[in-house]
């Protein structure tokens, strides 16, 4: 029994171990297998969220690298600023691979809501990263990011300065300080990057509700004066604190709001107009209930100069260097010289010389010491038909004289103005205009100099700044030949924002506002001066407030603004000037001593660019013993002057020029006082006294 339960336990051996070596084999590779997959599953699911993770961070880099660079320039509703299909390449791993690409970067644009005139951003920004299978398929995963906000803008302030050094004449870099005193009152907030001084003769008054005065980290400070550090206490708390300094200008708000204008009126139009003088346009904007008025007029800086022009005939005959007496034609030298006729199909071709009969002019007696002494290389000149409208301008280069009764220039730009297409007629009377005039000033211009309306050195490289004298009381509208647009109106009634643009000039401002508006001017304007037409000034963007400009629901008698807590006003002023903001001397505005009224209301969030919202003090009344400079201007020292000797002669509220001398106010010129409901934002402090 033994032996056979060896044998059978031998026999079973031999049978089962096969099997159950396949068993386990088989189970070892299912528990392999099982382990395996899931290994890959876990490793898959790992790479997948670190490529969501990277799709996430291609989105935010998208945003921030794209998108909020831009965001601030953009206008229309909708932006893309990246496109919808590959994308950018944005980094690289340690192994050389693209970390990922971002995508569809676009930005969204709209109103706060419907009546408001500020605007809600929203940026999207699509993120994608890339897994490649085993099987070398890829998978693209993707990530989508937004980010929205509404800025704050300037208007938030009530009071707000880069810096509270005066603007303003006299110029010098040491301008000296303006004062907060006991006349003023401010309610609201209040900002400065710089120091707020405080006067040693009366304190301001600080109140009201949303009151904070904060200074900039940087440079910002008080000069308390006489007051006490209990100025800045109200309601028994410290209203002074310092702030992270607040970059002025804001680089891109004029662009901004000139890019979103509803209506432009050009002031430049008449500007660089090849040989033509250079006249300026101003443009008066008057606010009516449901729309504005506009109109505007031309104008000349001083000095203007009497035009030189000198009667001829156009010669025809005379070939070479010959003309007849009191002629005039074109000579082209070389060996196909000769006299230069009319071609239809090449004008008059290049000539190389223009010729010249001074003795014999038919106006103008004999000019030869002119010609001789007084033309220069760059000169030019306007040949034109006194029968037809036909013309010529030419840049002159040297002359020389070919005898005592003829002149030969040289010729170095031609243009022609023959709409015919036929040229000047043989003895077809022509006047010969010098464009960039060296006659005498013209005596019919008043105050025609140059310290009148410039207070810097009559030179090439200087220029008016925005910081000097500034003029709008040119010959008005009342000029029938000045007009260049009558008085138009233009009705606003749906109540939306509307924002005007006066391009390439000044706007003066007044009136009664009915709606949303913001009004907004160039840095400035350059110009070619009339007396000089290869020398250039500058006329500043300036909006001048010339009488009262009110909401038309504000309180009639101080313009008082309809607070918040009783429903708050449905009226928006804003003035965006490239230049200054200017309370002029006006009669309306207090002119003469206050002769005809006193006092300026404003409703208005304004922002003043270069340089200042101030009062026009150097347009004064003033003539005093005690302050002899007052209101001439300082030919000897043009940057400091004080005066710009017009003011008493200018201000009359009548059109017609005043017979006699007129009378001065003595040693003052009191004007009455500026109320202002809304913010004043500047780089400099000007004068309002």
């Known amino acids: 029994m033994k032996k056979t339960l060896s044998n059978i336990k031998l026999s079973c051996n031999r049978g089962s171990i096969a099997p159950l070596a396949i068993l386990f084999t088989m189970i070892s590779l299912i528990l392999t297998m099982s382990y395996l997959s899931r290994s890959i599953t876990q490793n898959q699911q790992k790479e997948y969220r670190f490529a969501q993770k990277k799709a996430r961070l291609m989105a935010e880099t998208g945003l921030n690298k794209v998108a909020f660079d831009h965001i601030s320039y953009v206008t229309s509703p909708e932006t893309l600023l990246v496109d919808k299909g590959y994308g950018e390449v944005f980094g690289e791993d340690e192994k050389g691979d693209m970390i990922g690409r971002y995508a569809d970067v676009e930005v969204f644009v709209a109103p706060e809501n419907l009546y408001s005139t500020r605007k809600t951003y929203r940026a999207k ?18 990530d989508t990011v937004w980010a929205s906000f509404t800025p704050l803008g300037f208007e938030e302030f009530m009071y707000f300065t880069d810096d509270e050094k005066s603007s303003g004449p006299p110029n010098v870099d040491a301008n000296g300080n303006v004062f907060f005193g006991s006349g003023d009152t401010l309610q609201g907030r209040i900002h400065t990057n710089g120091t707020i001084n405080l006067s040693n003769f009366g304190c301001p008054t600080f109140e009201g509700p949303n009151l904070a005065i904060t200074l900039g980290d940087e440079n910002g400070g008080v000069n308390f004066g006489s007051c006490g550090e209990d100025v800045f206490i109200y309601d028994d708390e410290n209203i002074l604190d310092t ?76 070939v070479n260097q010959d003309v007849f007496p009191g002629g005039v034609h074109l000579f082209k030298g070389g060996p196909t010289g000769g006299n230069m006729h009319w071609d239809p199909d090449t004008g008059y071709g290049i000539p190389d010389l223009l010729m010249i009969h001074d003795s014999t002019a038919l106006s103008g007696g004999y000019i030869y010491d002119f010609l001789q002494d ?47 297409n036929i040229g000047f007629f043989p003895n077809e009377p022509v006047q010969i205009f010098l464009l960039n005039e060296k006659g005498e000033l013209d005596a019919a211009v008043e105050f025609n100099d140059f310290a009148y309306y410039h207070d810097h050195p009559n030179s090439p490289e ?42 390439g000039g000044q706007v003066l401002v007044k009136g009664v506002v009915d709606g949303k508006y913001t009004v907004v001017t160039d840095e400035f304007t350059e110009y070619r001066r009339h007396d000089k037409m290869n020398v250039i000034d500058r006329v500043w963007g300036n909006i001048w407030l010339t009488d009262d400009i009110v909401y038309i629901d504000s309180d009639p008698e101080t313009g008082q603004v309809i607070q918040p807590v009783d429903g708050g006003t449905e009226n928006v002023l804003g003035l965006v000037a490239g230049g200054n903001i200017i309370v002029a001397n006006t009669p309306e505005n207090g002119g ?44 000897t ?31 003052v010129d009191y004007r009455g006082k500026i109320f202002v409901w809304g913010s004043i934002v500047q780089r400099k402090r000007g004068y309002i006294m």
């Open 125 to 142: 920004s699509v993120g994608i990263s890339e897994i490649r299978r085993y099987n070398g398929d890829i998978i693209e995963v993707t």
């Open 243 to 318: 702030i992270p300094t607040i970059e002025f200008p804001p680089l891109n708000t004029v662009a901004l709001v000139k890019a979103g204008a509803d209506y432009i009126f050009e002031a430049d139009s008449k500007l660089f107009r090849g040989a033509k003088k250079d006249t300026m346009i101003m443009t008066e904007i008057e606010f009516k209930e449901m729309g504005f008025e506009v109109k505007q007029w031309g104008y000349v800086i001083p000095p203007i100069s009497k035009p030189v022009i000198f009667d001829y005939l156009w010669d025809d005959f005379s």
């Open 374 to 420: 007084s033309i220069e290389v760059g000169d030019i000149i306007r040949i034109k038909s006194t029968m037809f409208n036909k013309s010529m301008t030419l840049t002159l280069g040297v002359g020389f004289a070919l005898s005592n009764d003829r002149h030969m220039f040289g010729i170095t730009a031609f243009e022609f103005n023959f709409p015919d």
């Open 462 to 503: 200087y220029f008016c700044r925005p910081d000097g004298f500034h003029h709008f009381d040119y010959l008005g509208y009342f000029v029938d030949t000045l007009v260049v647009m009558p008085p138009t109106s233009y009705q606003i009634s749906n109540g939306r924002p509307t924002v005007i643009y006066i391009k």
């Open 592 to 635: 003469r001593n206050s002769s005809y009224g006193q006092d300026i209301k404003i409703n208005a969030a304004m922002i003043a660019m270069n340089e200042a919202f101030l009062s026009q003090y150097w347009q004064n009344t003033v003539l005093s013993g005690n302050c002899p400079k007052c209101s001439e201007p300082d030919t």
């Open 637 to 667: 020292d043009p940057y400091n002057s004080l005066g710009d000797g017009r003011g008493r002669f200018r201000n009359n509220p009548d059109p017609i020029p005043q017979i006699g001398f007129p009378i001065s106010t003595g040693n």
